[in-house]
């Protein structure tokens, strides 16, 4: 999940979001979503130089820390995130958000049988970037791949250099559709968002219309939300399914002061080592 | 879930158990199973005076602590425990089985409305078994109460005044059916398993037939398990149902070497203060 | 430590510290501080009704977390603390800082031979606050019986009442002198230290002089603290000891708005139960 | 710490030293041990194929699982380890001994200046080994590039080739003498110790003297060890110093069955990458 707007506490979102536009938290214990106990982060970016980030392999739900840091920030662009089913070890290095400088990164989804290519997509990192790899988790080794590919320079085009790489590095190593993501990642003022997959099957993404159709679907927000207020999701939550508007297979959205631009997203063809 | 029968690697029965017994492991991340975050604990019986103890705040299917210990240790009586959905806080200290010398006690349930008489329940603690009161669960509460009230002399009688008296102060509070539970109980050598409810309807609880009996309808498991073996636990698991024979409401077992006794269960009447 | 002044980020008493008032931090790992795995916390007052806290089990200079926080967190008043030898589980509900509403308290030191009468302290405490007791540490026990002895009402009379009611306890399960602390303790406004022992030997206690005095020891300051800034330690830390002024054995502080009373701090005799 | 000897539970090394031959624990709180919450790990061989490993980041002193394990636990062959002031994260899976099927290996000191060069280090690990490195510290990385170099079929010469490669790859980028440690190292048979520096000047490492010269030294040790026991420790600990013999600078010792080898131990020369 990733919010742009006006500055609001981060639990208006995460723990309080009856009624609101996402009225049943990612974090509760609904039936509806299933728990998570794999490990949750949240990345928010305030009035100093770099994003906070909080990480915990405890369940979102119990995390007393979480709920108080969650009462006492505001921010005007934050992203939150639970890793589901995962092999890699549960302990916070693993947590998403990944954080480079003014730069935050969440994904679901994996890199199909990366113990077989791991070591060559490591060796692939740029040396500036190694020593920013905290844990050993697929997605940080993404963001990582990415900036060496040109992300800080072109967002898109560093993913998308990212995901060529990643998939003749797979082809080559006998994984013929290695990619499966959806990605959030923000320098602190644009907020990105990636949906793909080698075999065009990716998770599902969706962003919030805008603020004024809202408020037509659920007038409850009204004063709520900002203007300029979006919001990216991996699944509709909530009781109003119209508010929310899916992100096709194959495309990225740039969100920036409330407007969404849609592009198409490809991979683009990188020789492996 | 509680083991007794031929020492076995506790691995057996939390993490190999395909086709086995239990062919899913209670502690596997199955549909069936919904996963669990709020901790996980075993204790078990060695060749040493007190039972052993490990408890986890962490998933065990990703607790690799867990994994070398059950892959080490061997124990003729043990049991495992998966909390679900409590109000306490989640920290190891409120991860079952809580022990005192060579007794371990494992619950499933709650106290309903424990915050308007917990104070009053835990003044009736004799001062004996006070500072082995480590946590803040209803379910350690409830295991020195009945120590307070003569567990360690007759364990039936102890639970029952236990339950009792819980009843008899909730419903001076306002709560007129305040306890739901089922409890397994050990010394080491005899297992105890409790089922009750005030209202009369407690969780579920079943313990696996003879295993005579369980060959006959799986015969995958000759060799496997000594004659003598008992597991209990709170749901059917595996594609066999027919091995498990459930616990009725307002009953408890007694497990030896083998054998079953099967009991009548109520509260004794105790005066709350 | 607790701090009230302007509003400054938390790191800047905590992590960076150079030159400063404070030029060593509590949390370093300094040989003369030696360092201390049993617990960190810290709380803090921001623009909302209550103050925040984060409690963690990891040391200080290695807790990911917590350096974000600091760096995002700003506050005109909190306190952080370093647990030491205590027989108290290490688990977060036993870190201090304790949260009543708006009220936030500290503890260096301990009820001597606690387990002898903690059983009879818990009975003390009034029913209003017994839910509010979350970990098992003598500290939050003391805090929370100063609330049932009108601590919201007056403070200091509150803690006084405490002193009082522990040590006849005390003396009363054969403890001739059971008390031994100093406490932080601030409802959001006003900030209270307290030094106090039965014997007379209470642990150590400092409080910063005015800032005008403090330019004059050390000029690098200037422009860096606010007017109205006061800082109270366990021990005189930096290379300016003539910085700090100590508190005497049996008085407490109150300070506000950067002024600073002292009184004398006596027991007042409480029956036991 | 590593012993290796008639089994006994490690609870009467770790926990329970007194008037043994160590009489002082490691994880102790004593003044002269300082205390490290920078994580703790003990690794044992049983009966089974696998050594175990148990990892934790809490101060060992505090860890009741640990104490129950070690309880429960027999061994004639383990190490435990206490991380010391390091930079990389406190995490279990930066926690020593790290495992390499029925590899155990433990190291103190570390590698100078290593973000230089670690990537260089990294790319130098056999793929065989390569998806077994599990956390992010340079002493897991000595391991897997000693592995790389051969330490299956002859130990010594994987680590002189180990040290040798480090050496090489670090002058290439700029720092002369980089190498810095005390290492063990087991198969579940023999146990190996290396001290070693680059300058020459490395963190000390000693090995109890024979059963019988002990007992000579310390008459209360008798019946309490095998004729076969020995121990490994970086410092002398308790009051008999005469029990323990300094390993020299620059050597290595193997020890099987109770006696002791000693070599010289030397660099490899191998070419950087």
Redo the contacts between chains.
Sequence with gaps: MAYSGGSI?LQDLLFEPKDNLIDQSMSS?SAET?????GFGVG?Y?K?E?P????????AW?D??LR??A???ESPLFMAHVRA?SLS?????NCHPFRYNHWLFVHNGEIFEI?KF??NL??A?D?KY??NI???TDSELMFHLALSFGLEQNPIEGMARMVGFVESTGKKHGVPESMWMTVGLSDGKTLWAFRYASDGNAPTLFHSREVSELIGINPAIQDRLSANTRVVVSEPIGKFRDMWAEVPQGSSITIKDGSIEHHSFQAMTIQSV
Tied chains: 1, 2, 3, 4.
Excluded: C, K, Y
């Excluded at 299933?34 to 794999?38: A, E, L, W, Y």
């Excluded at 906070?52 to 369940?59: D, E």
């Design positions: 506490r214990r299933p728990t998570n106990g794999d928010w305030g100093w770099r906070g980030l909080f990480h915990s392999i405890r369940p119990n007393s820390n108080d840091l009462a006492n920030i089913t070890t549960v302990q916070e290095t113990e791991r070591r490591l060796m990192v040396p190694f020593e905290l844990g050993s």
